[in-house]
């Protein structure tokens, strides 16, 4: 049977959140000690260690790590990256953006920053620390500015790569999510992060070329995945979809811009039964955004639509998405509500072990 095209549905976070809070902590209760944010032995396998990733024999503790990617330019993937910041910094969230866009980065732009800081200053460095390199952005999260205007990032090396996806690991410990603006099409470094990452969000609008460059991008990630494939963690929980496998890019949706939900739905099945028939990989339905001329109008004023025009059509649905995002990573009561309550550990978020190994292997060719 087809997979239904309504997932990442938000259901749990419509149940009454007392009742939540209250299983929530009988959970806690009985969870071992907290181990706090930094390193801890690379045997322990409980709770305790969930959302760690390891790094030279430890377990470090890692968010997880969502990717926007598109496979053309022009369809709005840096508002919705921009955006669902936001919305998950709403939410109470510890949240930062990277703009990965190496080369022709704008979310700057987009987010209303005027950054004296970028992704260039440091790649060049031996030690890339990209938390020298935030900005605060309006709407309470953290942005990491990308290059601009020098060519020769566009395609990083290997070791300007690893010091890149090193510096993002590292910022893990400082945040609850971090969110990757990949660039747009198919470069390796875009398919290494839309088949490493914990969950990976392909934006695209109803027009045929771009439902035809959102495919060749999925297309190529799977590739790319099944070219660098490494050694799968034993812990990890496997799909029971006969349909996805224990492919690596399993964690791919859909976000259809300049549409309405019907539009939404009809791209989304056109696009899964496509890669079903043809990659042997389901992709889901995240969510989507109205065409609203407000949009155009927010990105002339520098100012994020869902900041402008907080009652309009598309900050709704842009701040849906952010909750549906927040309910698949288990982030959605996980740290807003529990973190008041002070000495209470939070549940761990929902990570994919090994993500780390992934994206050095996908980028890097390990």
Known sequence: MRESTTTLT???????QAERLRALMMRLAQAKAAVPGGAVERDE?????????????LAVRRAPIVAIASGKGGVGKTNVAVNLSIALAQRGLRVTLLDADLGVANADLVAGVNPSRRVDQAIDSSVMDLANLTHEAPG????????VGVGRFAELGAAARERLLSGLVNLGATNDVLIVDTGAGVGSLVTGFVAAADLALVVLTPEPTAIADAYALIKCAKMHAGERKTERDPNEELTDSPVNGGCEAREIHLVVNQANEAEA????????????RFLGLSVKLAGHVAHDPRLGLSVRARTPVSLAFPASEAS???????????????????????????????????????????????????
């Open 10 to 16: 938000g259901g749990g976070v419509q149940a009454d």
């Open 45 to 57: 396998r409980d709770e305790s260690v969930r959302g760690r990733d390891e790094v030279g024999g």
């Open 140 to 147: 309470g999260y953290r942005l990491v500015p990308g290059c």
């Open 265 to 276: 739905r009809a791209v989304h099945l056109r696009v899964d039964s496509t890669t079903r």
């Open 316 to 366: 709704n649905d842009l701040r849906a998405l952010g909750a549906r995002v927040a309910e698949e990573l288990r982030l959605a009561l996980s740290v807003s509500e529990v973190r008041t309550l002070g000495s209470v550990v939070p549940p761990p978020p929902k990570v994919r072990p090994g993500t780390l190994r992934r994206l050095l292997a996908f980028t890097l060719g390990r």
